[in-house]
């Protein structure tokens, strides 16, 4: 597609239940990341992944937290046994060289209630 | 610990006048900086940057400046028009991770 898609946009689950929300990057970035926004907070680093490397998890918040990258393209962010905490919008961007800005998503709005 | 501050969440300017948004940092191995400007229920959008080694760089009504001394990035638009009212998020490098700011919400008043 022409820009990075992001399913669902928004997620409701009651808390303790896991979810997964899903990033298409834009066909041939090599370079995907996944940040969060809460209320009042600045995008939050979560997980880089670039090209066939090992990710960079050193954001995730808790172990409660797990991405995938299959095929070198579409992403999962995975939360196990969510919180109230957890709420917050969830933004995937990929990047062609890794240098440069990169493109965002339209993002998930994850409320766990 | 936030290393990419932006203290003002909000700028209100008239159309025509210029905005100047501002971003401040801490960690000096920061070395590439970037605007994004952000719409309600869409992703942010990628602005402007400028690399640390230079200390300006102007893109049309925008333009970035970069004061290392002071450790202080801002963004120049002039003139503004009521279309450039969204949020906008200062970022910056290390590695291979981007650190943002907080955001700023831009008024232009027609």
């Known amino acids: 597609g022409a820009g990075v898609s992001q399913s669902p946009s928004n997620k409701v689950t009651e808390k303790g239940k896991d979810v997964e929300l899903r990033c298409d990057p834009i066909?041939?970035?090599?370079?995907l990341y996944w940040y969060r926004q809460s209320l009042g907070q600045g995008l939050e680093f979560l997980i880089y992944f670039q090209g066939n490397s090992a990710p960079d998890k050193s954001g995730l918040p808790s172990d409660r937290f797990s991405a995938e990258r299959t095929g070198g393209s579409v992403s999962t962010l995975t939360i196990q046994r969510t919180q109230q905490e957890d709420s917050a919008v969830y933004l995937c961007?990929?990047?062609?060289?890794?240098?440069?800005?990169?493109?965002f998503g339209s993002g998930t709005r994850l409320t766990v209630v | 610990d936030q290393q990419v501050k932006q203290n003002s969440p909000s700028l209100s300017v008239q159309e025509g006048r210029i905005s100047i948004l501002n971003c401040d940092y801490t960690n000096s191995m920061f070395d590439y900086f970037l605007w994004y400007k952000k719409y309600p229920a869409e992703g942010p959008t990628f602005l402007i940057s400028i690399s640390s080694i230079k200390d300006k760089n102007e893109d049309g009504r925008f333009t970035v400046f970069l004061n290392k001394s002071a450790k202080h990035l801002s963004l120049h638009i002039v003139p503004s028009q009521p279309g450039d009212s969204a949020v906008y998020f200062c970022?910056?490098?290390?590695?291979?991770?981007?650190?943002f700011g907080t955001g700023t919400s831009l008024t232009v008043i027609p």
């Open positions: 066909s041939g970035h090599t370079a």
């Open positions: 961007a990929s990047s062609l060289t890794d240098l440069y800005g990169y493109t």
């Open positions: 970022a910056a490098r290390f590695g291979n991770q981007f650190y």
